[in-house]
């Protein structure tokens, strides 16, 4: 009965874990790390959830997407906050997307990637200093607030 009761517990928690990690984005289906979380609001006011930042702006340039809000995640912090209002670096060694896409040949020789929507990675930061901080150790652009893709109006 004991056994019977931990297994069916170690169950519930390998699903939870599951959807948990199943979290994909809504743009471009690849799983979404919580510190570079997106979220974009559209012209109809539905929330869907995209992987990072530069997703959510490529979605946002293709014709006829209309956005009325991108909110990020504070990469030091957490919590979300309006994509105008973040201080942004952008080209760093941190690319969250590309963990679960290795680009190699049939030898295992890395490749130099091309083009990814994600790439260059654009992360996020509420506190001016908390980037400056981040880009000493990562590298990487400092943008301040609204000077990356300022948000469009939804409306025509
Ligand atoms: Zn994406």
Not at 137 to 150: C, L, N, Q, S
Request: net charge neutral.
């Amino acid at each position: 009965m004991i056994l019977r009761a931990l297994f069916l517990a170690s169950l519930a928690a390998g699903l939870i874990a599951c959807a948990q990690r199943l979290e994909q984005c809504w743009v471009c289906q690849r799983e979404v790390h919580a510190s570079v979380r997106t979220t974009l609001i559209l012209a109809s006011r539905k929330e869907v959830v995209a992987c990072c930042p530069r997703c959510a702006l490529h979605y946002q340039e293709e014709p006829g997407n209309a956005v009325r809000e991108i909110r990020v995640t504070d990469h030091a912090g957490g919590g979300s906050l309006p994509l105008a209002g973040a201080f942004l670096i952008e080209g760093s060694d941190e690319t969250p997307c590309m963990r679960h896409h290795p680009v190699a040949d049939e030898s295992r020789t890395p490749m130099q990637v091309c083009y990814d929507r994600c790439m260059p990675s654009l992360i996020a930061f509420r506190e001016e200093a908390a980037a400056r901080a981040f880009a000493t150790d990562h590298g990487g652009t400092i943008h301040r607030p609204g000077t990356v893709a300022p948000p469009r109006s939804a409306s025509p």
